[in-house]
């Protein structure tokens, strides 16, 4: 099965966890996915480490609004996300390469 599968990220003020994170969505097994970035209104270098990834990685979108919360960054990335199957990781996480192939 290679169905599409989005992966919503919501970021806010967590440059200290937030490559981790996101090198790990990208060392994803699963060869169909796209990760959606929504930064929510960060303040520190958030929205930087965001811009490189998504300029490293053709699947990893990033979407900037002020802050509304964890509950509205989710909200905004299901409505851009694309994929047949949704699943959130925080910006403080990390899973394992894996993570999408047995989801």
């Keep these: 099965m290679n ?4 992966v919503v990220v919501p970021v806010y003020n967590m440059e200290k966890y937030l490559e981790r994170c996101l090198s790990s969505l990208a060392a994803q097994d699963y060869p169909n996915y796209e990760v959606i970035l929504v930064n929510d ?3 520190d270098k958030s929205q930087e480490i965001c811009e ?3 300029s490293e990685f053709e699947n ?3 979407i900037n609004q002020k802050n509304g919360g964890l509950s509205e960054a989710r909200n905004v ?3 851009e996300s694309r ?3 949704i699943t ?4 403080d996480d990390y899973v394992t390469k894996d993570c999408l192939r047995y989801f």
């Excluded at 959130?88 to 910006?91: C, K, N, R």
């Design 41 to 43: 209104g960060s303040v």
């Design 3 to 6: 169905d599409l599968v989005s």
């Design 88 to 91: 959130f990781v925080d910006s």
């Design 60 to 62: 990893f979108y990033l």
């Design 52 to 54: 490189k990834y998504c």
């Design 77 to 79: 990335g299901i409505k």
């Design 83 to 85: 994929g047949q199957f």
